[in-house]
């Protein structure tokens, strides 16, 4: 059974920074994409990152030159280093996986992921 687990979330003030990570188990694919998105109150789900097997990486134009998404193979784990915080970044985040399709550049469509995990939540404050 895969399962995924946010952890890392929290509350920052403007301008700092959070990691978060994504631990990983009972996934067997070898060739995938994973990515996170996130919720703000009121909103729908939007991709934020995303990186595949082939070590490419998406980002949300909202986010780039300030997320850096990355993934720890040996401990199963994806990451989500988030700086240059804003408050319109407040929202519950939260990681997925996909059925082993591994798209040549990794989705940002949620449609594109089968796999999610709870949600971490982050609050940025002006």
């Known amino acids: 059974q895969v399962q995924l687990m946010e952890s890392g979330g929290g509350s920052v003030q403007s301008g700092g920074s959070l990691r978060l990570s994504c631990a990983v188990s009972g996934y067997t694919y070898s060739r995938y994409s994973m990515g996170w998105f996130r919720q703000a109150p009121g909103k729908g789900r939007e991709g934020v990152a995303a990186i595949n097997s082939y070590g490419r990486s998406a980002y949300a134009n909202s986010v780039k030159g300030r997320f850096t998404i990355s993934q720890d193979n040996t401990k199963k784990t994806l990451y989500l280093q988030m700086n240059s915080l804003k408050p319109e970044d407040t929202a519950t985040y939260y990681c997925?996986?996909?059925?082993?399709?591994?798209?040549?550049?990794?989705?940002?469509?949620?449609?594109?992921?089968?796999?999610w995990g709870q949600g971490t939540p982050v609050t940025v404050s002006s």
């Open positions: 997925a996986a996909d059925e082993g399709v591994a798209s040549w550049w990794p989705p940002l469509r949620e449609g594109a992921y089968n796999y």
